[in-house]
Nanobody, 123 residues
Framework: QLVESGGGLVQPGGSLRLSCVASGFSLEDYAMAWFRQVPGKEREGVSCINHRGGITIYADSVRGRFTISRDNAENIVYLQMNSLEPEDTGVYYC??????????????????WGKGTLVTVSS
């Protein structure tokens, strides 16, 4: 099970840190990814991190503003979001991918999903 937290309402330019905690399995064998979705649009891959934390990938729209990290000892993955924009609004999901060759943001490849946390960026 994956459980996200940390979402909420924030003004443009603000910051949030999302957390994704795993229970029932160890994240150290999984690459992890964050996705977001707004009504009427497909789920978008935001960022991913390999199982050891040494490889990260970001969507062009968030590169330089978001940072993904993980703590395998605590079985948790984070997404630090800075300089938030209204376009970042959406439900954010974390996902686990049993892929040890790096990381990827292909939604169809994910093995486990959380239920999401809502991020609203608005003044």
């Amino acid at each position: 099970q994956l459980v996200e937290s940390g979402g909420g309402l924030v003004q443009p330019g603000g910051s949030l840190r999302l957390s994704c905690v795993a229970s029932g399995f160890s994240l150290e064998d999984y690459a992890m990814a964050w996705f977001r979705q707004v009504p009427g649009k497909e789920r978008e891959g935001v960022s991913c991190i390999n199982h050891r934390g040494g490889i990260t990938i970001y969507a062009d729209s968030v590169r330089g503003r978001f940072t993904i990290s993980r703590d395998n000892a605590e079985n948790i993955v984070y997404l630090q979001m800075n300089s938030l924009e209204p376009e970042d609004t959406g439900v954010y999901y974390c996902a686990a991918d049993r892929f040890l060759g790096g990381c990827r943001t292909a939604a169809g490849a994910m093995g486990y999903w959380g239920k999401g946390t809502l991020v609203t960026v608005s003044s």
